[in-house]
């Protein structure tokens, strides 16, 4: 299962590098956006990728019994697709039998792209904390450790600073017998800071 968790990851940023090589050639600087360097290449402005996002965000898993966790994420776009920042959820889980709670926080990277006019793609990686409390009848088992979440979704636009994004994302938490590997549904509210 490491070995599974470590490919991902090392997948996943892998692409994210050649994207972004990719992404700085796209975009054409101008006088004001940027300055020369001695080599001729071009340096962007500090204020050029200063596109950050914040939301709320509700993840449902449907493996756990009613699961319903709510949190909030933040990104910082590092050039014009590619954006890094962190995460963080809490909720609780099941009936009267077996529940729990369950909080988890870390960092996460993506990158999207455009796919129609207000309609766009991203993907990406969720990687940090998790622990809770699980109660199965008389029985208590407290349960934490690593979370890596990869996910893939869809955004929409709904005004010009706000999006609406639905998501699927793979949990993957080694030492939770309740959540590792568990599929998640995921929405979100961003609000787009310039």
């Known amino acids: 299962m ?4 470590v490919f991902i990851i090392s ?3 892998s692409v994210q590098v050649f994207a972004q090589s ?8 101008t006088d004001q956006t940027a300055k020369t360097s001695l ?4 340096i962007y402005a500090d204020s050029y990728f200063k596109k950050s996002k914040t939301g709320v965000l509700l993840k449902w898993l449907p493996t756990t019994g009613p699961t319903v966790f709510y949190g909030w994420r933040f990104v910082v776009y590092n050039t014009e697709k590619f954006f890094i920042g ?6 609780q889980y099941g009936g009267p039998d077996d529940y729990g ?5 870390g960092m996460t990277a993506g990158w999207d792209f455009t796919i129609f006019d207000d309609v766009y793609v991203d993907w990406g990686l969720s990687a ?3 622990g809770g409390r699980n109660a199965q009848g008389t029985d208590t088992i407290e349960e934490g450790g690593v979370l890596v979440e990869p996910w893939f979704g869809f955004n929409h636009k709904l005004g010009e600073n706000t999006d609406f994004n639905y998501s699927f994302s793979l949990w993957y938490a080694p030492n939770s017998k309740t959540y590792n590997g568990a599929l998640a549904f995921n929405m979100r509210i961003d609000f787009i800071i310039n």
């Open 101 to 105: 709670t369950l909080t988890a926080a």
């Open 128 to 130: 940090g904390g998790v």
């Open 11 to 13: 997948i996943f940023f």
């Open 2 to 5: 490491k070995n599974i968790i």
């Open 22 to 29: 990719e992404d700085s050639q796209d975009v054409t600087p």
């Open 39 to 42: 080599a001729g290449e071009y």
């Open 86 to 91: 962190g995460t963080g959820f809490t909720g």
